[in-house]
């Protein structure tokens, strides 16, 4: 069974910084595309950013420039490093993955709130 677990969401400052992991299990991690996204309240759930098996990333234009995906294939963890944080960046964040088989799966999120 597959499982995606995140962690290191939290409260932040107006330009500050944060790291958000996410640990997958139950399949071969290296073969999945792995992406965030991002759901605020009252609004629909949105890709933020994603990494191909090949290390070939995408960003939304809203968060270009200030997140960094990364993975660490040792580890089966998939990061979101963002940086000079914005109010209207505050969100649920889940964790997703596609395999290659097509399957896609959802962590359980993690809050990100930044404050003005």
């Known amino acids: 069974q597959v499982q995606l677990v995140e962690s290191g969401g939290g409260l932040v400052q107006a330009g500050g910084s944060l790291r958000v992991s996410c640990v997958v299990s139950?399949?071969?991690?290296?073969?999945?595309?792995m992406g965030w996204y991002r759901q605020a309240p009252g609004k629909q759930r949105e890709p933020v950013a994603t990494?191909?098996?090949?290390?070939?990333?995408n960003y939304a234009d809203s968060v270009k420039g200030r997140f960094t995906i990364s993975r660490d294939n040792a580890k089966n963890t998939v990061y979101l490093h963002m940086n000079r944080l914005k109010p209207e960046d505050t969100a649920v964040y889940y964790c997703?993955?596609?395999?290659?088989?097509?399957?896609?799966?959802w962590g359980q999120g993690t809050q990100v709130t930044v404050s003005s």
């Open positions: 997703n993955a596609v395999t290659p088989w097509r399957n896609e799966y």
């Open positions: 139950g399949t071969i991690f290296r073969l999945v595309t």
């Open positions: 990494i191909s098996t090949s290390n070939s990333t």
